[in-house]
Structure formats: C-alpha cells, structure tokens
C-alpha cells in the first residue's frame, strides 16, 4: 500500500511571502491531519478533517494559515503571508478511523523562512 | 502544561544498554502510541496500546492506565536505534503529542 506522499520535501522563502503544502493521504482514509513541528518540539494539530470536512482547526492561526480538502482526498496547506517562526516540519498525516485511528505520518515539509 | 510529558528529553547510551523511555499523560484515553521519527524522516508508528504490554523485536512498550503512565523499553540497543521516539495519547478523536526524547547510541 503506497503511503501518505507529500511535496514539496523542502521549501525556503523570505518572510512575507506566500507558500503551499501538498497532501495525498493513504487511499481511502477519510480523516487528514495536517501537523506543524518546530524543532526540539512535538507535533502540534494545525488542523483535522474528515473527508472535505474540519473536524477541529481550534490551533490553526487563521489570519495567515489556510487549508482545505475539497474533494476529501488531496489537501493542500497555505501560508500567507509567512513569518519567521513559522520555519518547521509541516507533517501531513492520515488515519484508518475506528476503532484504532492508526495514524500514518508522510516525511514532512520542511519549510526555512528567512 | 502539555498533556503528555516524556522523559528524558536527551539520552545518550552504549551499544548494548538496555533503555527505558518514560511517558505521563493527564488526559483520559481510548489508546497510546509510541512513535519513532529518524532526523530528517517521517514518523512511524511502533506500538499502539490499551492496555498491557506488547512487545516488537527488542521494543517493549507497557502501559499503565491507572497510574496515566507507559513506558517504551529498548533491549540490546544498537546505533541504528538513533532518533527521537514521541508519546503521543488519543483522547476521543484528538490526539496530544509529548516534546519526544532523542535517543543516541554510540558504538
């Protein structure tokens, strides 16, 4: 079974600008997380969907952060405009759903704002 | 306070040792997983627990849901056992990540 692929593997742009995740979750997982992980630090939930639906984006900051899931597969992830402490891994995951919501992390974004 | 605190944050160890990683959590929870990430990679999962103990190769991973404590055991460590290894607990559908703890293996 093909795993949770995500691009680009690495991005770098100055701060300001724009910049945007891709997502392709294991097939048929209906939930997609989308985690951001500042280094020496855990994975902290941006957001979670449910098929096209958001189940809890409560940490995602609105004002630049935006992410969406418009058919319930592909998930894209935007920041706009981006700042300096946003420079993380952003972690795409998604989930078999119950009884175990086993999770399946892709190998991340990592994004160097400078 | 994080809902999940792992211990230690930094650990270093001979080939050989035997190792113990150590996880509190304060929420109640449906499971926990222990997870692995490599620098540079993605995570993986290791262990998934309820209850109980399970163990994987040289990986022992206990859990002890009255105490809201787990434990992930290492036996024999070997250098490529180097990575960070994350707690992390499902509570209903929201899952809490620990800080991880980065465990090095020297030869």
């Known amino acids: 079974e093909a795993g949770v692929a995500q691009s680009p593997r690495y991005k770098i742009i100055e701060k300001r600008q724009s910049v945007a995740f891709w997502c392709n979750p294991i097939?048929?997982?209906?939930?997609l997380y989308w985690y951001q992980q500042i280094l020496g630090q855990g994975p902290k939930l941006l957001i979670q969907?449910?098929?096209?639906?958001?189940?809890?984006d409560s940490q995602l900051p609105k004002d630049r952060f935006s992410a969406e899931r418009l058919k319930g597969v592909d998930s894209t992830l935007k920041i706009q405009p981006a700042k300096l402490e946003d420079s993380a891994v952003y972690l795409c995951?998604?989930?078999?759903?119950?009884?175990?919501?086993?999770?399946?992390f892709g190998p991340g974004t990592r994004l160097t704002v400078t | 306070k994080n809902e999940v605190e792992q211990s230690p944050q930094n650990l270093t160890a001979q080939e050989g040792e035997f190792i113990t990683i150590n996880c509190s959590y304060s929420v109640g929870i449906s499971a926990l997983h222990w997870l692995q990430q490599h620098p540079g990679g993605g995570i993986v999962s290791l262990f998934m627990l309820s209850s109980g103990k399970k163990k994987h190769g040289r990986l022992i991973a206990t859990i002890n849901i009255q105490e809201k404590h787990s434990s992930l055991h290492i036996t024999a460590s070997h250098p490529r056992d180097s990575a960070v290894y994350i707690c992390?607990?499902?509570?209903?559908?929201?899952?809490?990540f620990g800080t991880g703890t980065s465990l090095t293996v020297i030869p």
């Open positions: 097939s048929g997982h209906a939930t």
């Open positions: 992390a607990v499902r509570s209903g559908n929201q899952f809490y």
């Open positions: 995951a998604s989930s078999s759903g119950p009884p175990t919501y086993e999770q399946y």
């Open positions: 969907f449910q098929n096209n639906g958001v189940v809890d």
